[in-house]
């Protein structure tokens, strides 16, 4: 067993050993512990076999050099012969090599300068080559910064352009072209804030020169408006004298001075004729454009320039505060606004896309918004007609100079509707005033004709058309006063102003019409009816006056018809058009008389209380005077010459006027009857009362204003009379047999005022009882009264359950 193992371990360290022999140093290590993790004492037993194996091979080397050493030895000898004649041979070489550099030394000298000079000439020609390619480098950036210095600005970028793509690429290698390449885009940056602020510089300018700008588009617009208006007269008259031609066109017949008008205003249009190209200079904006087209920043450059229009549109629409003052200030305002949309209108035209009409059209929209806003509030302070009259006007030419440039106005012609309403409030304020002032001079008294000139510039002003007027002798009356011509002339001055405002608004002849006769009757039933009604209520106009504004009146209600044929004439509209709107002058003038009628009624009633406020009574006396009262007397004298005046009013009004008199004057005598503070009334006062009620008769008996059928105006007393006569004829048997009866004497005496008055007399019979008590017809009469009394109280009784 131990030799078996013995054995095994002998082969495995054999084999161990073939592996050290053959394989490569670097792999030793994991043989080697192989022989560590053998048996215990492994390692000694190989050692012995390395050694053994090294014994080996040291005889084998050892037999190896015995082999070789005498050919070895031969060697070294034949060496060392050999090293004598190499020293030699050394020798000799050097000395060769020495003749030889010595003789070569000058050819080397040449030849090095040959060389030299091939690599100059080398380096000379790759140097021309490289400057021919750099000298238009040099040169195309020189060009860039000459068109700088000179603001050619797109021109410098193109040629950087040029150079960048083409030229740089060439000789990139070089250093100055790495900094021509980093200066190119700064130069780039330089020319875009150049040209920003150019077109900084241009905004500004045309902030300045757009109320110029708009000025010049709104004159050129206006002369070709009053030139169409001239053609559009002439064509319409169809006078051949002699032929006007402008601008080649043929305008029709004109007189003398339409044609030297025209001339006038060609010569003067041909001098001041300027274009926003005159006065402002678009290359900046054409030339920052293309810039920044260029750069690739186009949409930048659009954004801000309209960013910035926007902005100045924003200021050009704010006005001043104080407008509506003056025309220059619409004007001015109007100027900066078309100024503006004539410069958008440019460059919408000029360039490609830098602003769309999309934009214009969002701008327009935006400022005719706010511009009708501004109208609105500042025309509402405008009291003055003129002055709307001159902004109408400005605001025809706006509308139409914008229109011409393709912007809608329609909406501009809607708020001139809103406007000539206010025009018209304007001028009904202004001819109230000039109604107030002819009301306030006129002396209410007929006119006078002294000779015939007199009597036609009369008839001339106020269409009057009298026959018999015309037959009377002069001098003659006419039956209105001054203030009626003045009245009528101021219809026309408000007609014809009416008409300006209608003029230029594109509106048909008929709506025209219509507006001027509206405008009419507004003047008619609200400003002339205002006027008359406050006039016939103050104070100072007394009952001549009033009978005289009726009177006028009436002749200016007669006139109405020569105003409507007036406007038919203006406006060539007929007046049997289906919706022509007719003027409502009867109902004015009606009302002013109705009112006028009703003020005379009051105004005599109050004069009849001022004369019964001077009666003074005396009502314990016992016997009457014998004749009326004085304050009656005069009362009556003053109510026939009022009547007198009456003649010239329409009849019905001097009959009701004359009724309401005597009907006011019996009321006002009976309520003195009546009266609480008049405590007692005698029969003498009775009787000196009944003197007063029979001049009353009298007065009504005589007619003093004809036209009354029969008694009638006597009726306005018999309340009066029927009481008098009762208390005096002492008839209360039949008073209070036939009461109630339609038959009845005393038909129209109450019961309650008969209890009054008798009342009254009782008292003062009770006074008196004393010194009668004795008289036996005193006593009865006293019995009498109360049993009277009683049976009146019954009745008044009767009458208030009844009730």
């Known amino acids: 067993m131990a030799e078996a193992e013995g054995l095994e371990t002998a082969t495995e360290h054999e084999r161990i050993l073939q592996e050290i022999e053959s394989t490569d140093a670097a792999c030793v290590g994991p043989t080697l512990r192989s022989v560590y993790d053998d048996q215990p004492n492994a390692h000694k037993r190989f050692m012995e076999k390395l050694e053994a194996r090294i014994r080996n091979h040291d005889r084998e080397i050892e037999k190896m050099c015995n082999f070789h050493h005498q050919g070895f030895v031969d060697a070294i000898t034949e060496l060392l012969k050999v090293r004598s004649n190499a020293g030699k041979l050394k020798v000799q070489v050097t000395d060769t090599n020495r003749r030889l550099q010595d003789a070569g030394k000058e050819v080397i000298n040449q030849s090095e300068e040959v060389i ?160 926003a190209q005159d006065l402002v200079d678009f290359s900046p904006v054409y030339r920052c454009l293309h810039i920044y087209t260029i750069l690739g920043d186009r949409e930048t450059f659009e954004n801000y320039y309209r960013r910035q229009r926007r902005k100045q549109a924003g200021l050009v629409l704010q006005p001043q505060s104080n407008m509506h003052e003056t025309v220059e200030g619409y004007r001015k305002y109007f100027n900066q606004i078309v100024g503006f949309f004539v410069v958008e209108d440019h460059i919408l035209h000029a360039t490609q896309g830098l602003v769309t009409r999309a934009f214009t059209d ?14 609105r509030t500042h025309s509402s302070y405008c009291t003055d007609p003129d002055l709307v009259l001159e902004l109408k006007n400005l605001i025809v ?39 107030r002032e002819i009301f306030e001079s006129d002396n209410y008294s007929p006119i006078p004709a002294a000779n015939e000139e007199e009597y036609r510039m009369i008839i001339s002003r ?15 009356r006419f039956p209105v006063s001054q203030s009626v011509p003045e ?45 008359l009604q406050s006039l016939i209520k103050k104070q100072h106009i007394g009952l001549t006056e009033l009978v005289q504004i009726i009177i006028n009146t009436t002749h200016l209600e007669q006139a109405c018809k020569y105003l409507e044929d007036f406007i038919t004439n203006i406006t060539n509209v007929s007046p049997e058009t289906v919706h022509t709107t007719r003027l409502y002058g009867l109902s004015t003038f009606k009302d002013a008389r109705h009112a006028a009628e009703g003020e005379i009624y009051t105004k005599l009633n109050s004069k009849i209380d001022e004369f019964i406020q001077l009666a003074d009574y005396e009502w314990t006396m016992t016997e009457p005077n014998g004749r009326a009262s004085g304050y009656l007397m005069d009362l009556i004298n003053f109510l026939r010459s009022t009547f007198q005046v009456f003649t010239h009013l329409p009849g019905k009004v001097a009959q009701t006027a004359c009724m309401s008199a005597c009907k006011h004057l019996s009321t006002s005598m009976m309520q003195m009857l009546l009266d609480a503070d008049v405590k007692q009334i005698s029969m003498g006062a009775i009787q000196q009362f009944n003197l007063d ?58 019961p309650n005022t008969a209890l009054i008055l008798l009342e009254k007399m009782k008292d003062t019979n009770k006074k008196n009882i004393i010194f009668s008590q004795f008289r036996k017809n005193d006593r009865d009469k006293q019995k009498l009264i109360e049993t009277v009394v009683k049976q009146l109280r019954s009745l008044v009784n009767g009458m208030s359950q009844h009730t």
């Open 116 to 275: 030299r000079c091939r690599v100059h000439q080398r380096n000379i020609a790759i140097t021309v080559e490289k400057l021919q390619l750099c000298l238009p480098v040099l040169e195309m950036y020189s060009k860039v910064r000459e068109q700088m210095k000179a603001k050619r600005y797109y021109s410098a970028l193109k040629t950087m352009e040029l150079l960048e793509n083409t030229y740089l690429p060439q000789v990139y290698q070089y250093r100055f072209c790495q900094i021509m390449t980093e200066n190119i885009p700064r130069l780039r940056e330089e020319i875009k804030e150049i040209s920003m602020s150019d077109l900084k510089d241009f905004l500004e300018s045309i902030r300045k020169h757009s109320d110029k700008i708009g000025e010049m588009a709104m004159k050129q617009s206006q002369q070709q408006r009053i030139f169409n208006s001239v053609v559009k007269k002439q064509t319409h008259n169809g006078n051949e004298r002699k032929l006007y031609v402008a601008s080649g066109a043929v305008l029709g017949p004109l007189d003398a001075a339409t044609s030297e008008q025209l001339q006038d205003e060609e010569e003067e249009y041909e001098d001041e004729v300027l274009t």
């Open 362 to 375: 969002e701008l327009w929209n935006m400022a005719l918004s706010k511009i009708i806003a501004v109208l």
């Open 397 to 435: 030419v706006y509308a139409d100079t914008l229109q011409g440039y393709g912007f809608p106005v329609s909406r501009l012609f809607d708020l001139l509707l809103e406007i000539r309403d206010q025009y018209n409030e304007t001028l009904l304020k202004k001819w109230a005033v000039v109604f």
């Open 462 to 476: 106020f269409p009057f058309h009298d026959t018999e007027l015309e037959k009377q002798p002069f001098p003659k």
């Open 487 to 531: 009245i009528y002339k101021e219809f026309k001055e408000f007609i014809y102003a009416s008409l300006k405002f209608s003029e230029s608004l594109h509106r048909s002849s008929t709506e025209i019409d219509d507006m001027l006769r509206k405008s009419t009757n507004l003047l008619l039933t609200r400003t002339l009816s205002g006027c």
């Open 693 to 750: 009620v029979i001049q009353c008769e009298l007065f009504a008996s005589s007619e003093p204003v004809p036209g009354f059928q029969g008694d009638t105006l006597q009726l306005a007393f018999i309340d009066l009379r029927q009481l008098l006569d009762l208390f005096m004829v002492w008839d209360w048997s039949t008073y209070l047999a036939d009461y109630g009866q339609a038959t009845s004497k005393y038909l129209r005496v109450n």
